[in-house]
Nanobody, 123 residues
């Protein structure tokens, strides 16, 4: 099993930047595909970005391409989401998740989830 804990959320102005971190504990972090998701108030949770076990592959939602960057440090059991050029529509609770069942990055089927961190972008 993997336990996940996000941090780094907060309030930022439009155009600003934030870096989210997700610390993992448990076994075999480096064997999991990791993803970031978000859920805005009144909306369904959506896939934001994913990264392969060794960081060699990434995938992004169209809405964040060119603005967000996902990365991981397997030595620190941590995955990051660098968010730039933030917009009010990026406001949501952001969750990290681990996928131990897939050989490729996908937007569903993740096994383990963190508790989420709030990101609010003011206009």
């Amino acid at each position: 099993q993997v336990q996940l804990a996000e941090s780094g959320g907060g309030l930022v102005q439009t155009g600003g930047s934030l870096r989210l971190s997700c610390a993992a504990s448990g076994r075999s972090f480096s064997s999991y595909i990791m993803g970031w998701f978000r859920q805005a108030a009144g909306k369904a949770r959506e896939f934001v970005a994913g990264i392969s076990w060794n960081g060699g592959g990434t995938s992004y939602a169209d809405s964040v391409k060119g603005r967000f960057t996902i990365s991981r440090d397997n030595a620190k059991n941590t995955v990051y989401l660098q968010m730039s050029s933030l917009k009010p529509e990026d406001t949501a609770v952001y969750y990290c998740a681990a996928d131990g069942d897939s050989a490729y990055i996908r937007g569903y089927g993740y096994d383990y989830w963190g508790q989420g961190t709030q990101v609010t972008v003011s206009s």
